[in-house]
């Protein structure tokens, strides 16, 4: 079986201005909805307390949440939970804070919440301080940010400093717009989701290096080439490994968002979009970036073995 | 291109076999079912021979309790049952049944065959989300410990000082690790900056006019606080153990935070009540020659005295403490002749000789013993979490020194068997050297542990199964080959887990499950770069080799990249996603072998021959 009979020769980069736009649209959207929205932080990154529940039968978020609040629990939220039959209650600290309750408060609490929701078992409950979760946000973000660099080190080491601020550009690119999915629809945003993010950055850069790998392999063989063909050329080449590859990393990924169970969704959803939003970036802005930092070939060559292997 | 030989020498081949021998055997320890268990084990050097086995037996079998099979090695006794129900009853009723005396602790034990526990293989362990059970994050007061510390030294100073005759005008402790000495002439100063130097060189010390500041080195200020949280963690273990987990995994976290994992526990009211108490004991002399009531009204405590409450009556302690609760070795909880609880008490080591000592210089006057417990509130201030501390100490009984005390005696006056038994364990275990503070709880469910794990198999296989598939429909003979060295991927994967002692969470799964698509891409890349150079019209041979080759640069460029994000992503810390890191890091690196190393040799094998004609990689 084979996508292509023979090698493709699609121009790419014909399509650059088109998609710095779309790019720079989405980038712009994101960033508009995380200052509008901001983000769904969940329980690893606000402190709180969260308690999983689940009912014989399908149970109503809203109808529970209304229990819960006439129980006293006016800042309670609910929400269904992977299946119909589980609902996760968050109690994400306000005025009255959760977290700050001695043991005793506490387990009054849940006795309080259990009364006012008849038939529903206790799965799991979660509670986290405050200044843990502020902690992780701010670890989290570092981890990101220091990850961004050192990739981009490796790669101004191992090609090219204009590779390395076309692929980080891309690198930031894919990030962003994920959380900025994760903003426009509520969807919550804890820990394992920002492992996913992490994760995204790291497929993310595969990607761009097969392609910046053949880049660099057909400068050196094709002498006349100009860099804009040479792009476009590496791009066709690895077209068939990029969709392949992307193909199969979707299927594993949809296989553990379906059935990986809630405590993966953030995970697989975040992964979903970043090998979409990921393949994009490392032809469209990792590449396009590249051509239009000025590349030429002789970035990429040894120059004075070239002088010596002359007759 | 004359000489492509796509032959491996036959110890490549050797090689492989052996690596993939070895990965077998190490992973086939998670192939044997895990059962529910209670262990049985003996406190204070009890003896757990056939007697105790017999009676833990004839306890089960009342309580119409059935088990699956039991051992007795070793010291140790092993109940396993075919479910957790079973095994929580089972339990409580042998507790009950043994006493205080032997600890009774639910575990998990396996069938692992003794042939391979012997080479080392043992299964991976599973996380919380996997099997169930209760999550602590505690926060250890460090600071507090090291004030203490520079208030010692500044007492110590102040009194060596003086014993060499250097006159200074005040001493204090400034912040948590400057001392500040002040004097009126010069001389003194001097001498003290020698002496202060030679004596106390984990401060630097500095003149200014006329005092005299030394601050601790950072190294002593970092391994003050490493000790601190050595030893906090060391006596938690030992009240884990004394809560009868097995299997809890107490780790360090950060700077100054332990995390506990407490499997299987789904009471987490007694365990917070035992994990956070920094509670001791102290023995204090009272001071009968004043009058305590009077002195209460006048409302200043003689010297070196303190108030204390004692059924609601004013009583005056001596300040020094003549033992402490870190010299007790033993401690058990029981009755007296009364009929009242009391806790025997057997001390060695450092406190004895000053206590035996003073009991005996002060036969006939009443000792008292005080409770020493500190709490810490959370508070919020700002919006910031602030946790304050409070010391409070209460009198649990006074008596009359009977006779010179020696290394074993008995506490008495305590409320209930209840409380008793609380104050030997804490006795038993330990006094933490710090208050701690419970910053993060997560519990999770048994069920929801087996459903997770049901999933997260699930996934693996599913989508395993369609890569599986898509790389033969895609590849032929070679998408085959794939196929198995990305079966061979997981088996490594899992052995080098199960070797590393690593604990397998719900995340770790879903790395497992990503790592397929990783290792896949390494063949994709070699695969990808085999028919191109097919298309270009090069040899069979040719192909294959230069297919390898060039795919090799760029697998180990992404590869690399991808090891660097994951380490980022370790360092992190939780557990959670450290399980991520750890699977997707150890999968990348096993699948260079299998990808590259591994379908080569099977390719080579298949088509190295010069009678092989045509190459089945799908066009």
Redesign the interface.
Known sequence: MEFFKHNTTIDFMAQRKWAAILSVILFTLSLVSLAYNGLNWGLDFTGGTQIQLSYPEAADPSQIQEKLQNAGFPEAVVISFGTSKDVLVSLVPKEKNPAMMNDAERSKMMSEILAALPGAKLNQIDYIGPTVGQEMASKGLMAIIISLLGTMIYIAFRFDLRFAIGSTVALVHDPVIIIGIFSFFHIEFNLIALAAVLTVIGYSLNDTIVIFDRVRENFRKFRKADALEVMNQSINQTLSRTIMTSAVTLIVVFALFFLGGSLLHGFSLALIIGIVVGTYSSIYVAGSLTISLGLTRHHLLVVPREVDQRP | MSAISNRYPLWKYLLIIFVIAAAFIYAAPNLYPQYPAVQIMGANAAVVDDKVLNAAEAALQKADLKYRDVQLTDQRILFRFTSTDAQFKAREVIQQTLGEQYLVALNLANATPAWLTAIGAAPMKLGL?LRGGVHF?L?VDVDSVMQQRIDGDTRGIGQALREEHIRYSGITRKANNQIILQFNDKNALDDAYSFVNRRYNEFTWSKQDNTLTGELLPEAVFKAKQETLEQAMNTLRNRVNELGVSEAVVQQQGESRVSIDLPGVQDT?EA?NILNKTATLEFHMVDAEHDAALAYREGVPPPDTHFYSYHGQPILLMNDIILRGSSVVTASSGFGEDGRPNVSVRLSGTGEAKFTKTTAENIGKPMAVVYVEVKS????VNG??VISYQTQRDIISVATIQSALGNSFQITGLANPNEARTLALLLRAGALPAPVTI???????P??GK??IH??V??IE???G??VI??A???GVMGLVADLALAMNLVLIVALLSLLGATLT??G??GL??T???A??AN??IF?RI??EM?RGMGMQASIHAGYE?AF??IL??N???L???M??F????G??KG??IT?TIGLLTSMFTAITGTRAIVNLLYGRRAAKRLSI??
Do not use: H, W
Not at chain 2, 377 to 380: F, Q, Y
Not at chain 2, 439 to 445: K, M, N, S, V, Y
């Open positions: 989300d994050l926060q009211a917070k509130t959370p508070s919020m910031k979490q910053i993060e709880e997560r519990t999770i469910g069920t929801l459903q997770n999933m997260g699930l996934s599913v989508g395993m369609l890569v898509f790389m429909l895609y590849y719900l995340p799964i879903a499950v990503l397929v698509a990783m896949a891409d994709v890349l990808e028919r191109e298309r060039r640069v760029t460029d992404a690399i990249t991808t660097i994000v994951m980022i992503l360092s992190l810390g939780s959670m996603i991520i890191a997707i799908g066009i």
